[in-house]
């Protein structure tokens, strides 16, 4: 059932600029002693894994993949169930707490029963264009991007909300950093404060964030549109791994120690984990 959509929130960005992406090359190491071990690589059990997310209660990684699949895998990458939910169109981004596990899916947030594998409902969003990222802020409020209408939706208490905010340009991947939701925006990463929606600019240079993710002593690390691996300790992103010639990185999360991060590539139907290693 379409939802009613109560206001459209505008708001001013509070720009912090920063410097623009620099740092080593290298495919595991960064200035700030920052490295990426890898750990395990699974290809060809699931087609074009996109986005995905960890049940720490669970012990368990759900993947979206194929024509609209939602797999359950373990933490070193063994797929338990490839087909664990089915049916849905084009998810786009994954987030769970408790029971529940949410999904954006072409026009709409999906609302996925744990304990019962199965879909409880679909949230239809009027007006809007493309979900792709979702974060959830709280078990009551979950946020998407609109990549075609560069809008934020909030669904909460059955009901969206649409954000817009100055340079908010085609958002993609979102993620939870503590009280604020980190949006990938066309030139760099937007860090909206939930309490007040102010917002900065972090991240300079980084284009079209794709996936992101908070890890171990607050390393942020970051995929951008071409699926390359940044990381964000201080204010400055360093790349950490080159994007791959079949396209790199899409989505990503680390599991609930926060050192093992776990990514999908889709062009290569692949799932691929590095150990995070920080300077003591």
């Known amino acids: 059932m379409p939802l009613p959509i109560r206001r459209v929130v505008r708001v001013a960005c509070l720009l912090v600029p920063l410097t623009a992406c620099s740092g080593n090359t290298g495919p595991s190491g960064t200035a700030q002693g920052i490295s990426l071990t890898p750990q395990w690589s699974r290809s060809g059990e699931l087609l074009s894994p996109t986005a995905l997310c960890d049940d720490e209660t669970r012990g368990m990684i759900y993947v979206a993949h194929g024509e609209g699949s939602i797999a359950r895998v373990d933490s070193a990458g063994r797929v338990v169930e490839p087909g664990w ?13 408790g029971d529940r596990l949410w999904c954006s899916d072409g026009d709409a947030f999906v609302e996925i029963d744990i304990g019962a594998d199965s879909i409880l409902a679909r949230h239809a969003v009027p007006g809007v264009g493309v979900l792709t990222g979702l974060a959830m802020a709280s078990s009551y409020q979950i946020l998407a991007a609109d990549s075609t209408r560069h809008t934020i939706w909030s669904l909460e208490g059955g009901v969206a909300d649409a954000w817009t905010f100055t340079d908010c340009v085609r958002p993609c991947g979102l993620c939870l950093d ?7 925006s066309a030139d760099c990463v937007l860090a909206v404060h939930l309490d007040n929606k102010a917002v900065e600019r972090i991240a300079e240079g980084v ?18 549109a071409a699926g390359a691996l940044y990381v964000l300790a201080g204010s400055d992103p360093e790349l950490v791994r080159e994007a791959a010639e079949n396209g ?5 999360c680390c599991l609930a120690d926060r050192s093992l991060l776990v990514a999908t590539e889709p062009a290569a139907d692949r799932l691929r984990a590095w150990r995070i290693t920080c300077p003591p």
């Open 178 to 184: 503590g009280v604020r939701l980190l949006i990938g």
């Open 85 to 97: 939910i089915t049916g849905l169109t084009a998810p786009g981004g994954l987030d769970c707490r």
């Open 248 to 252: 790199g990185v899409t989505g990503l």
């Open 207 to 224: 284009r079209g964030a794709v996936g992101m993710t908070v890890c171990t002593g607050d390393v942020r690390i970051i995929a951008d």
